[in-house]
């Protein structure tokens, strides 16, 4: 079982930065992979980026790339995603996520938090 806790959500200007964090319980949650995804009002959730258990391989969706930029913490249990340059279409709320296998496209993951909301103003 892991649980997942994500922070770092709020509201900010377009072109502005964001760093989100999504800390993990659990004894191997190091072993996950872990991923981001988000869901904006009236569309489907898509999957943003996500990042092997050693932080070997990452994924991003297209339009994130560039931009955004997810990285792990192993020894703290703790998953980032650094968002700069944030766009409007970027708002949404973003969840984290923790998957046994590597599925970055996808909705396919394990665990889930509850997600934080970001805002993004022009």
């Known amino acids: 079982q892991v649980q997942l806790v994500e922070s770092g959500g709020g509201l900010v200007l377009a072109g502005g930065s964001l760093r989100l964090s999504c800390a993990a319980s659990?004894?191997?949650?190091?072993?996950?992979?872990m991923g981001w995804l988000r869901q904006a009002p009236g569309k489907e959730r898509e999957s943003v980026a996500a990042i092997m258990s050693d932080g070997g391989l990452t994924y991003y969706t297209d339009s994130v790339k560039g931009r955004f930029t997810i990285s792990r913490d192993n020894s703290n249990n703790t998953v980032f995603l650094q968002m700069n340059s944030l766009k409007p279409e970027d708002a949404a709320v973003y969840y984290c996520?923790?998957?046994?296998?590597?599925?970055?496209?996808?909705?396919?993951?394990?665990?889930w938090g509850q997600g934080t909301q970001v805002t993004v103003s022009s």
């Open positions: 659990g004894r191997t949650s190091s072993r996950y992979v």
């Open positions: 996520a923790a998957a046994t296998k590597w599925v970055p496209n996808s909705n396919d993951f394990l665990y």
